[in-house]
């Protein structure tokens, strides 16, 4: 099942990622307002962030596009304004042809671009980081850029082996870095090194890579740079890692992240290693309450005691680091419910 059909209510890390992207365009247009702006995304047959965009930014210009057909089919249906283009292209077709979509959607009057490449396959993360430098060579000061790719190292090499056996650790993890240095090749860094090619290094190494595709769109001696703002790794089964961040001009790079305020924001990235992990454990709707209730002014110890119990023992993190992550975002968790209509 591709990313863009997966059931949303299923994917609460996802869901929590895309807030904390919204709730960084909030903070953003402290800088910039963003409502005459245009915002792209492939958004999936939900087109949840279409919606929330719109919604909470008033931003009305929306293009959500996708390679299948049917998911196209199914974004026009769901699409929250009539101003929201459905498009049947692949990404790289959107990024090549960026400003014609933008006259022919009739948004060439939007005074910036936000624009979210959400891809799922990490067989094409060279493909992926060339669209990104591509679209960089294609905007201007003030836009922003997300892009979500696959950082789950298993997809570089899994243990055992063809035939069944397991593979020594350390040669699992050689085979690894020389599949992802046969896949983006200069855009490595030359640090990159065997121990990397785990779930918290990975993220760190991929990053950087977006990072030097960006230097190359925006070298050192232009007027102009990309700057990250927020970089986040998270796993809804697969490990994926988020990278925002927004065009710039050099000189305005410090004013800008004093007027967002990111040294107060706990998900801020100054730096392209700056990774943040995000964990959200399935919570019952009393748990959440609860929580919710202490987590501003009690340690985690005192919550652990109140409640009795800590989450199952195969819980990606420990209870008092998971407490410690939620007071970073709770505002963000979404609740589901069931409803008769």
């Not at 800088?31 to 919604?55: I, T």
Request: aromatic share 10%; proline share 5%; hydrophobic share 40%.
């Amino acid at each position: 099942m591709s990313g863009a059909a997966l059931p949303y209510h299923l994917r609460p890390h996802k869901s929590v990622d895309r807030r904390l992207f919204l709730d960084l365009l909030s903070r953003y247009e402290r800088w910039r307002p963003l409502s005459n702006y245009v915002y792209a995304s492939m958004g999936a047959y939900p087109l949840e962030d279409h919606k929330l965009v719109f919604r909470l930014l008033g931003i009305t210009r929306l293009i959500a596009f996708d390679f299948d057909k049917d998911i196209v089919a199914r974004q026009n249906f769901n699409k929250p304004a009539e101003t929201c283009h459905c498009l049947h292209k692949k990404s790289g077709e959107l990024v090549d042809a960026f400003e014609q979509i933008l006259n022919e959607c009739q948004f060439a009057d939007a005074t910036g671009a936000i624009v979210w490449l959400d891809y799922t396959t990490p067989a094409k993360i060279s493909e992926q980081i060339r669209e990104f430098e591509a679209l960089l060579d294609r905007l201007k000061p003030g836009d922003i850029v997300r892009v979500t790719v696959n950082a789950n190292p298993q997809a570089l090499g899994k243990s055992p082996g063809n035939d069944g056996k397991s593979i020594p650790i350390a040669d699992l993890r050689a085979q690894r870095l020389k599949k992802l240095r046969d896949r983006i090749g200069d855009y490595l860094p030359s640090w990159a090194d065997e121990d990397r090619m785990t779930d918290d290094g990975l993220p760190v190494v991929l990053a950087a890579s977006f990072g030097a595709a960006a230097l190359k769109a925006f070298p050192t001696s232009s007027e102009s740079c990309f700057a990250p703002l927020s970089i986040v790794r998270y796993a809804d089964g697969q490990q994926m890692l988020s990278i925002t961040g927004c065009v710039v001009a050099r000189e305005e790079d410090e004013g800008m992240r004093t007027k967002l305020d990111l040294k107060s924001w706990p998900f801020a990235s100054a730096n392209w290693d700056v990774v943040h992990r995000l964990v959200v454990p399935a919570l019952t709707l009393r748990e959440r309450l609860f929580l919710e209730r202490g987590i501003v002014n009690k340690p985690a110890a005192a919550l652990i005691a109140d409640m009795g119990f800590e989450f199952e023992k195969d819980a990606e993190i420990s209870m008092s680091e998971f407490l410690d992550s939620y007071k970073s975002y709770y505002r963000f968790y979404p609740t589901l419910l069931s409803a008769d209509v």
